[in-house]
């Protein structure tokens, strides 16, 4: 599968959201990434349905919004309203939704369909779902803030989901979100990973259009 670079919106100068999004879109980059947190499913609180709405009206990418909350069923809707293209739940929330439902709501929704472990979560909690869903989501650091390091060893789980999908003729795209930049992009993509959400290392530099580059691994990533 070609790479595709998901800017995280949680990572752009938000006195200037609209202007931002639609830098990241000239910049060619393929999502937009949008990181939900309530301050319960994970400690900090990010934005809600109306943020998702105000950049939907600045970009026609699609809106790849990652619910790291404790209650997806319950808000599902409102994301969906905002103008959500692709929605990723956690199989850590189980205890407190039916995650196998909460799918299906998205997909009857219209949705993209993602399922996400964090990144000490073993693969086996998402295997049962594997059939159900159109993006594996690896976090590749703690969720709940940026700025982290890239945690290596979640490549196995990676790896581990590029294998069942090649084995079980499964389509869905394998998404790593955390410590995202060429090196760690390039690493991930060498053990079947499509999809990179990138933070800082889009927002944080002077040149989306290189960066979007850089991270498709157009051009050679600088030594380590």
């Given at each position: 599968?070609?790479?595709?670079?998901?800017?995280?919106?949680?990572?752009?100068?938000?006195?200037?959201?609209?202007?931002?999004?639609?830098?990241?879109?000239?910049?060619?980059?393929?999502?937009?990434?949008l990181d939900v947190m309530d301050?319960?499913?994970?400690?900090?609180?990010?934005?809600?349905?109306?943020?998702?709405?105000?950049?939907?009206?600045?970009?026609?990418?699609?809106?790849?919004?990652?619910?790291?909350?404790?209650?997806?069923?319950?808000?599902?809707?409102?994301?969906?309203?905002?103008?959500?293209?692709?929605?990723?739940?956690?199989?850590?929330?189980?205890?407190?939704?039916?995650?196998?439902?909460?799918?299906?709501?998205?997909?009857?929704?219209?949705?993209?369909?993602?399922?996400?472990?964090?990144?000490?979560?073993?693969?086996?909690?998402?295997?049962?779902?594997?059939?159900?869903?159109?993006?594996?989501?690896?976090?590749?650091?703690?969720?709940?803030?940026?700025?982290?390091?890239?945690?290596?060893?979640?490549?196995?789980?990676?790896?581990?989901?590029?294998?069942?999908?090649?084995?079980?003729?499964?389509?869905?795209?394998?998404?790593?979100?955390?410590?995202?930049?060429?090196?760690?992009?390039?690493?991930?993509?060498?053990?079947?990973?499509?999809?990179?959400?990138?933070?800082?290392?889009?927002?944080?530099?002077?040149?989306?259009?290189?960066?979007?580059?850089?991270?498709?691994?157009?051009?050679?990533?600088?030594?380590?």
């Amino acid at each position: 599968m070609p790479s595709l670079i998901a800017p995280s919106i949680l990572a752009c100068d938000f006195a200037r959201l609209g202007e931002e999004a639609a830098a990241a879109e000239k910049a060619g980059a393929d999502w937009l990434h949008l990181d939900v947190m309530d301050g319960h499913f994970v400690d900090n609180i990010s934005f809600g349905p109306a943020v998702v709405a105000a950049v939907r009206k600045r970009t026609s990418l699609p809106l790849d919004v990652h619910l790291m909350i404790a209650r997806p069923d319950h808000f599902l809707p409102r994301f969906v309203q905002a103008g959500a293209n692709r929605i990723t739940v956690h199989v850590e929330s189980e205890a407190r939704h039916d995650v196998a439902a909460t799918l299906a709501a998205i997909r009857a929704a219209g949705c993209g369909v993602g399922l996400c472990v964090n990144a000490d979560t073993p693969f086996e909690a998402a295997e049962p779902f594997l059939g159900d869903i159109d993006l594996f989501l690896v976090m590749t650091v703690h969720a709940g803030f940026g700025g982290q390091k890239f945690i290596a060893e979640n490549m196995s789980k990676v790896a581990a989901a590029a294998d069942r999908r090649r084995h079980e003729g499964y389509s869905f795209h394998i998404q790593v979100d955390g410590g995202i930049n060429a090196q760690t992009a390039a690493e991930a993509r060498s053990h079947g990973a499509d999809v990179f959400v990138a933070g800082t290392s889009v927002f944080g530099q002077a040149d989306y259009v290189a960066a979007i580059r850089a991270l498709r691994g157009e051009t050679a990533p600088a030594p380590l």
